[in-house]
């Protein structure tokens, strides 16, 4: 057994294209994906039932990966609780408006979690990591895949309070159906260049690591003694 796994080596790390796969995926799903049905409905029926179809979009999507035993992301999850939160304050209230600055309160709360994991041995993205790509205790330990971790927690932490900021200011300027326009596209683009610049910053950091192209042991001899450790 100890031979076994002094002798066993870091997952198989899939190639780019896959993991973007699984990002667009998981993006499309957890967030353009309710977005988009959202705006649509508002624009062409009312508030409330547009809130209820967003909802029903992810409960749908988190099922029916269940269904097919498929993983449930931690993204798809985190959006699953954020949506019923809203939508259930929102219909016991009767007040719209509610809807709408509560995603502000959940950015500061959802970007706090974010920078104060980073005084912990494994900040939040650390935990989101293996949604998209395999990972094990020996590579996670690995200084450079740490200092990349603390990084994109850092960013994305910032960056969920500008969009919590943005939203605010939009829906205190604008009127309701310009709000959801204006803010779905402007969310949705800062989204998405955040994630290009995760994927761009993690593919550097992945190549210094040799862990791009050909699996190659882990010469460090953290591998053998982490799982050890866990096992």
């Known amino acids: ?27 499309s799903t957890a967030v353009v994906g309710p977005a988009v049905l959202f705006a649509a409905v508002v624009v062409l029926v009312n508030v409330p039932t547009a809130m209820i179809v967003a909802l029903a979009w992810v409960v749908g999507a988190i099922s029916w990966r269940g269904a097919t035993g498929r993983a449930v992301s931690g993204l798809l999850v985190l959006t699953l609780v954020i949506m019923t939160v ?20 959940v950015d500061a709360v959802v970007a706090a979690v974010f920078l104060s994991s980073l005084r912990t041995d494994r900040p939040f993205v650390a935990r989101l990591a293996p949604d998209f790509c395999p990972m ?23 960056v969920i309070l ?40 993690s593919v550097i950091v992945c190549r210094k690591e040799g862990l791009l192209g050909v699996p190659r042991p882990d010469k460090s001899g953290l591998a053998p003694v982490l799982s050890s450790a866990i096992q």
């Open 1 to 27: 057994m100890v031979l076994d796994r002094e002798l066993a080596e870091p997952p198989a790390m899939p190639c780019i294209s896959a993991i973007v796969g699984r990002v667009a995926v998981s993006l």
């Open 136 to 158: 094990d205790a020996a590579l996670s330990a690995r200084p450079g895949i740490c200092r990349l971790f603390r990084g994109l927690t850092l960013m994305w932490g910032l």
């Open 86 to 105: 809203k939508t259930t304050i929102t219909f016991a209230t009767g007040n719209t408006f509610l809807y709408f600055v509560q995603p502000v309160l």
């Open 162 to 201: 500008v969009k919590g900021g943005v939203t605010l200011w939009l829906l205190l300027s604008l009127s309701t159906v310009d709000f959801i326009l204006v803010k779905s596209g402007t969310i949705l683009t800062l989204t998405m260049v955040t994630t290009a610049v995760t994927i761009a910053w």
